[in-house]
């Protein structure tokens, strides 16, 4: 079933209502100090420790913080970048600055200097908050910025202690010290902006994308509800906060009343604080990428008790989880694995994989499992297109793909700073395309077959570099695998697997083969495998898929076929 977007806008009998009232983002965290001040906020520090605070406490330093971001000169409609990690006062400044009605722009600690220093200039950034440890980052960028006029770094340290070649330095904690802790909150228009995320592809410049607070109010509220978050949950915010609102958890988390654990920096290499913090804070609600609960789910397969995680619902995303992990978190802890499904440009809920009634009482346990490698259900407010090249919709049959395309109140209608001309070909018909291609069944279930520029065109037909990731996954002797399409001489091109194996385990491309031969056809079996130590990686982990083409590009015109 699909619907196109109408052009025909009508009004109805006036209402009675408070249509007026805007839907502001500090409305969020004002209520939860309100209604629930003594629920609590936990937070790494920068020792690896912990501590801990309320949210009327964090309140408080929200108010102070808007007031000595004012003092500063802030306005609405000005633009301040923050350059920090899962902290505490990452969260009090995703409510301090879109509370004053300036744009909270999310800098991305990974990218390089020159696109960092692209988004800080694209986006109009006027004053940046940047924790301590960060510093050699900012300093990088700072000479090609003449248009920050302000840094301020948030450390636990006296200001005596920072060494720094930043101009202009203030101290964060001697700002929100000094700091009113009364204000008056400005009603906002709620089609301002809130904040900006900028894209981090493989292709191009950043593009920039700036939410309002309609958007994030109403995505705060469908993510809750598509979680199943209550009263009593426990949310722990893995994911980058400087990525995409952390997939709006923390103003769902806040919306909810729940306790909260803000994780600070963390590495993927040692995912045991995350880890014993998860356990110890009885967390509920959790979200991440496979590359970071794969290695906690390992580290739990090492506790001689294994913990119980029965309440806890994982919201993965970024790619696909493997069934192995799905079922290892299952069956250990009894831990949901949820895969969602959205990008920077849509704030990013778009769809959800929950079980419905009708699926749970027509398959099987194993076909049940299956079914969490789909994307899932999409949500209310989103409207979801598959179309063909010609842009057909193409039915729901599960078989049939076709491009994603999407429209609501939270999918973007444009970029920052776009030209016309600079925006053809990204949009259809109102909606958002995605670039990525897949297929939606007749319960309704979104599954992504490939990316439109990663899946490989071989002889006239498809094959899903994602579906061939998965299946390789399974594989007892493979940690990671990324599919690639490289030029074929005969076939336009073929299937080519980079494989990181298991400490102290061989694989060879005949067991590729045999391995893939059950779920995919003669023809679409890989020609060359290589053996690795790592797969290169994009800013936001996901696999950089244009470096591995560019590397192994003559893969199968230059050498034999096999291992390369």
């Known amino acids: 079933m699909t619907t196109t977007a109408s052009s025909r806008h009508v009004t109805g009998y006036p209402s009675t209502m408070g249509d007026d009232v805007q839907l502001n983002t500090i409305t969020l965290i004002r209520h939860a100090a309100r209604t629930h001040p003594e629920r609590e906020i936990v937070y790494r520090l920068p020792d690896g420790g912990w501590d801990r605070y309320t949210y009327a406490a964090a309140y408080e330093r929200v108010v102070r913080g808007a007031n000595a971001l004012r003092g500063l000169g802030v306005q609405p409609a000005d633009r301040v970048g923050v350059l920090d990690w899962n902290s505490r006062r990452h969260y009090e400044l995703y409510w301090a600055i879109p509370g004053l009605g300036a744009a909270m722009v999310q800098l991305n600690l ?16 006027s004053v940046i908050c940047v924790d301590e440890t960060l510093l050699k980052v900012a300093e990088a960028v700072a000479p090609h910025l003449p248009g920050v006029r302000a840094w301020v770094v948030m450390t636990n340290k006296p200001a005596s202690e920072i060494e720094t070649s930043l101009p202009n330095v203030y101290h964060y904690e001697d700002l929100v010290a000094a700091a009113d802790p009364h204000i008056s909150w400005p009603e906002i228009d709620e089609k301002s902006a809130y904040g900006a995320c900028y894209t981090t592809g493989t292709t191009g410049r950043p593009k920039g994308i700036f939410y309002s607070h309609r958007a994030i109010f109403l995505h705060s509220y469908a993510m809750a509800t598509n979680i199943g978050m209550t009263l ?30 803000l994780p600070g920096r963390y590495m993927a290499e040692d995912t045991r604080p995350l880890t014993d913090a998860l356990i110890g804070e009885g967390v509920t609600v959790t979200n991440g990428a496979p590359a970071i609960f794969l290695p906690m789910l390992h580290y739990i ?75 899932g259900l999409p949500v209310t407010g989103v409207d979801v297109r598959l179309i063909d090249a010609l842009g057909q919709d193409v039915a729901w049959d599960g078989v049939s793909q076709g491009e994603i395309c999407m429209r609501g109140p939270w999918i973007t209608r444009t970029y920052h700073g776009m030209t016309d001309e600079q925006l053809e070909g990204r949009f259809h018909e109102g909606y958002w395309r995605s670039g990525d291609v897949g297929t939606i069944d007749a319960d309704g279930y979104l599954k992504v077959t490939d990316r439109l520029k990663d899946v490989i065109k071989s002889g006239g037909e498809w094959i899903s570099s994602i579906d061939m990731e998965n299946r390789l996954l399974s594989h007892p002797a493979i940690a ?69 083409r560019a590397k192994y590009a003559g893969a199968y015109t230059l050498t034999e076929t096999g291992n390369v």
């Open 480 to 548: 990671e695998a990324a599919v690639v399409g490289l030029p074929h001489p005969k076939w336009q091109e073929r299937p080519f697997v980079v494989v990181v194996p298991h400490p102290g385990v061989e694989v060879t491309l005949e067991e590729v083969r045999t391995h893939l031969s059950d779920a995919f056809a003669s023809w679409q079996l890989p020609d060359a495998i290589i053996i690795a130590a790592e797969i290169p990686r994009t800013s936001v982990g996901k696999f950089d898929k244009k470096s591995i």
């Open 110 to 125: 990974r990218l390089g200097p020159d696109d960092l220093s692209y988004v800080i200039e694209d986006s109009g950034v």
């Open 301 to 375: 397969e090492t506790l001689d008790e294994k913990p119980d995680l029965s309440r806890l619902r994982m919201l993965s995303g970024a790619t696909e989880p493997p069934l192995t992990m799905t079922r290892g978190f299952r069956d250990l802890t009894g831990a949901e694995i949820i895969q969602a499904y959205g990008a920077t440009e849509t704030t990013p809920l778009v769809t959800v994989n929950r079980y419905k009634p009708a699926v749970r009482e027509r398959l099987n346990d194993d076909e049940l499992l299956e079914l969490k490698c789909k994307q």
């Open 232 to 261: 009593d949950d426990c949310t722990m915010l893995i994911t980058p906060m400087f990525h995409g609102q952390a997939w709006g958890l923390p103003q769902a988390a806040t919306l909810m009343g729940n306790k909260i654990v």
